[in-house]
């Protein structure tokens, strides 16, 4: 069974600096995956989606990376700022019929 | 514009006393599903449908129903509520099957059963 894990579950850093937040799961057969942006109370916002043939993705300033192999992904953001503040969640579909599988997240604070 | 749209935002009710959440979106998917969030255990899939009168347990559907008579409606009903069942429950679509395509997600039903 797919497992999705985040670390660090919680992070805080300064303003401008920039950050990696990191993804593994234990099954390579995934059909993408995805990360989404959580604020306190709300619901999900999907950042970027990186097919399992494509290595990286770019929106902005976040950039994910995708590594099947080794079953890992990565989310950089750069030049980070106090509006960055949510809580990260990667998550893969083992098949495109199949549902979701998330990780816990990884909390993020950027202090002014 | 692209949406999912749960409702109620929020509902606090009382033990046994049947409800329903629904959901509604506007993209023609196929596939849509109920999650919960609960601290701790994070985002865990209730049921889900990949297309009218097609549904499917997830990982945690004891104690819930759902139906799906029209291709961009999926309600959810706790036919007796329990205290257990309290948590942020999230309805999400997206198109089946095509690798690029990404989930949406409605922005949450805040539930406390008494």
């Known amino acids: 069974k797919q497992e999705v894990t985040q670390i660090p579950a919680a992070l805080s850093v300064p303003e401008g600096e920039n950050l990696v937040l990191n993804c593994s799961f234990t099954?390579?057969?995934?059909?993408?995956l995805q990360w989404f942006r959580q604020d306190p109370g709300k619901g999900l916002t999907s950042l970027l989606l990186i097919q399992s043939s494509q290595r990286e993705q770019t929106s902005g300033r976040l950039n994910a990376s995708l590594d099947k192999s080794s079953g890992r992904s990565t989310l950089y953001i750069a030049a980070s700022q106090p509006g960055d503040s949510a809580t990260y969640l990667c998550?893969?579909?083992?098949?495109?019929?199949?549902?979701?599988?998330f990780g816990k997240g990884t909390r993020l604070s950027v202090i002014a | 514009e692209a949406q999912v749209t749960q409702n109620p935002r929020y509902l606090i009710t009382v033990t046994g006393k049947k409800l329903t959440v629904t959901c509604s979106q506007n993209?023609?998917?196929?596939?849509m599903s109920w999650y919960r969030q609960d601290p701790g255990l994070g985002l865990r899939q209730i049921y889900y449908s990949m297309n009218v009168e097609v549904t499917d347990k997830g990982d945690v559907p004891e104690g819930y129903k759902v139906s799906r008579k029209e291709k961009r409606n999926f309600p959810l009903i706790l036919e007796s509520p329990s205290p257990n069942q309290t948590s942020l429950y999230f309805c999400?679509?997206?198109?089946?099957?095509?690798?690029?395509?990404?989930?949406?997600f409605g922005a949450g039903t805040r539930l406390s059963v008494l």
């Open positions: 099954d390579s057969a995934i059909y993408n």
């Open positions: 998550a893969v579909p083992p098949s495109g019929n199949t549902p979701l599988v």
């Open positions: 993209m023609n998917h196929e596939y």
């Open positions: 999400a679509s997206r198109r089946l099957a095509e690798a690029k395509n990404i989930q949406y």
